[in-house]
């Protein structure tokens, strides 16, 4: 990946090439990796260099953008004329706001050295570890260990200028027998944090407590969510409900209700990237300083995110949630947290007299924004709670629920927090695990 000087360099030539114009440059670099597996051998190993840039200018009400992966001198010239030529023919937008000046920003320590540095034989080995459990047990793993590092850069024609590197290191897993699967991830800037014996047990006894798996009939039942299933929820919440162009175009299930009771008392849900589980860039892609903004408190909404466009609206403050411009899309958190509560894993099995126990989401979409109904299906690792214990493996079920309904019924959530990512990616969220009544599963999956 490129350095900050490096990036630096690219930045102020684009903005000597883009002489005339308010100028706004993101650049940004990274290095990736990639070891997979299947069948208990690795298949694939890849790795990937990429650096763009792209260039959006300012003129007498308009606005012209373009981008390119060809950082010469000439790339970027050419990036810069095709911009102009655009903007030439762009209709004045009176709503168009001006470039920022400098900012300041909190520092977000992101980046782990020896994480992108990482080589194949050490990823190697991490699989070997998790296949050399697998095969005791007589399963099978596939799964997936990346590596990777990237710098991304925002700067303008006033003076502004932002930079934020960050690493990331991923292990998920799934192992499976012939009728069952169990599965299990961990991720973390830091390569040295990745529990790879633990991922690898948590996965292989899922699979083996799965064996011989019943059916259920569809039906409303008290459901114990792991925190991977949680993180599915929060995203389509991040990207449909807490989104401040969908809220003020009341597109959102919290338009109009500021101020209101959405969700029981347990529930409160902040966007903070500061967060020391999550760490997110500091800076939006207009670089304003990224704000931690209270979503939901104590089950009373209190805000959505805005970029300045959305704030006006609003009549509220802007949060430093900006998406690329131009942005038909609108502001988005990108750092969600699911406030802890006082339960373990165990307390909220040994409370159950019959429920569920979910590992993970699967396909999961969203049929109505207005009501925040998702549907979609379990996968690796659904179980049948009998008098507090887990008796039994299940078939798959999917299910059809509203996020709001879940957000109301939640009985107890774990005081410990996990890092998640979700299957659409949008980035990653901290959850608790939680209890939930009333779920409703849908109908049977074929397996």
């Known amino acids: 990946m490129l350095t900050e000087t490096e990036l630096k360099t690219l930045a102020d030539k684009a903005l000597a090439f883009a002489n005339g114009y308010d100028a706004e440059i993101l650049v940004n670099s990274g290095d990736s990796a990639l070891t997979r597996f299947s069948e208990n051998v690795i298949t694939q190993n890849v790795s990937s260099h990429n650096a763009g840039l792209s260039i959006r200018l300012l003129k007498d009400g308009r606005m012209g953008k373009a981008s390119t992966g060809n950082l010469s001198d000439d790339g970027l010239r050419r990036c810069v004329e095709t911009a102009a030529a655009a903007l030439k023919v762009a209709e004045r937008?009176?709503?168009?706001?001006?470039?920022?000046?400098?900012?300041?920003?909190?520092?977000?320590?992101?980046?782990?050295?020896?994480?992108?540095?990482?080589?194949?034989?050490?990823?190697?080995?991490?699989?070997?570890?998790?296949?050399?459990?697998?095969?005791?047990?007589?399963?099978?793993?596939?799964?997936?260990?990346?590596?990777?590092?990237?710098?991304?850069?925002?700067?303008?024609?006033?003076?502004?200028?932002?930079?934020?590197?960050?690493?990331?290191?991923?292990?998920?897993?799934?192992?499976?027998?012939?009728?069952?699967?169990?599965?299990?991830?961990?991720?973390?800037?830091?390569?040295?944090?990745?529990?790879?014996?633990?991922?690898?047990?948590?996965?292989?006894?899922?699979?083996?407590?799965?064996?011989?798996?019943?059916?259920?009939?569809?039906?409303?039942?008290?459901?114990?969510?792991?925190?991977?299933?949680?993180?599915?929820?929060?995203?389509?919440?991040?990207?449909?409900?807490?989104?401040?162009?969908?809220y003020v175009e009341d597109r959102s299930c919290f338009s109009g209700k500021s101020g209101q009771k959405v969700a029981g008392d347990n529930i409160t849900i902040v966007d903070d990237a500061?967060?020391?589980?999550?760490?997110?860039?500091?800076?939006?892609?207009?670089?304003?300083?990224?704000?931690?903004?209270?979503?939901?408190?104590?089950?009373?909404?209190?805000?959505?995110?805005?970029?300045r466009k959305t704030a006006k609206l609003a009549g509220v403050d802007q949060t430093g949630h900006s998406m690329p411009q131009p942005d038909a899309w609108g502001p988005m958190p990108g750092n969600l947290i699911l406030s802890p509560g006082d339960s373990t894993m165990e307390d909220m099995i040994a409370s159950t007299d019959r429920g569920l126990l979910v590992t993970n989401l699967h396909y999961v979409n969203i049929l109505n924004p207005i009501t925040m109904t998702l549907t979609g299906m379990t996968r690796d690792g659904l179980f049948l709670i009998e008098n507090g214990r887990i008796t039994k493996g299940l078939k798959n079920m999917r299910f059809t629920e509203s996020v709001l309904h879940v957000l109301n019924n939640v009985e107890a959530l774990t005081r410990e927090l996990f890092k998640t990512g979700t299957f659409w990616g949008g980035g990653g969220s901290i959850a608790p695990a939680i209890k939930v009544n009333d779920f409703h599963l849908t109908s049977k999956t074929e397996n």
């Open 274 to 307: 500061y967060h020391p589980m999550t760490r997110g860039v500091p800076f939006d892609y207009e670089g304003f300083p990224r704000q931690k903004v209270t979503l939901i408190e104590q089950g009373v909404f209190r805000s959505a995110v805005h970029n």
């Open 93 to 246: 937008d009176p709503d168009l706001f001006p470039l920022p000046g400098p900012q300041e920003y909190r520092k977000v320590e992101n980046f782990t050295p020896a994480t992108p540095e990482t080589t194949p034989d050490t990823r190697a080995e991490g699989v070997r570890l998790a296949i050399d459990r697998f095969k005791r047990d007589e399963l099978e793993g596939a799964g997936i260990f990346s590596t990777g590092g990237s710098g991304f850069a925002l700067a303008n024609s006033r003076q502004l200028w932002a930079y934020h590197p960050s690493t990331r290191a991923k292990f998920s897993i799934s192992a499976m027998s012939p009728d069952s699967s169990g599965w299990a991830e961990d991720t973390d800037n830091d390569i040295g944090a990745i529990a790879i014996d633990e991922i690898a047990r948590k996965a292989a006894q899922k699979a083996l407590d799965g064996r011989n798996p019943a059916d259920i009939e569809p039906g409303a039942y008290t459901v114990i969510f792991e925190p991977a299933a949680v993180a599915e929820f929060l995203l389509f919440l991040a990207w449909e409900a807490f989104n401040g162009l969908a």
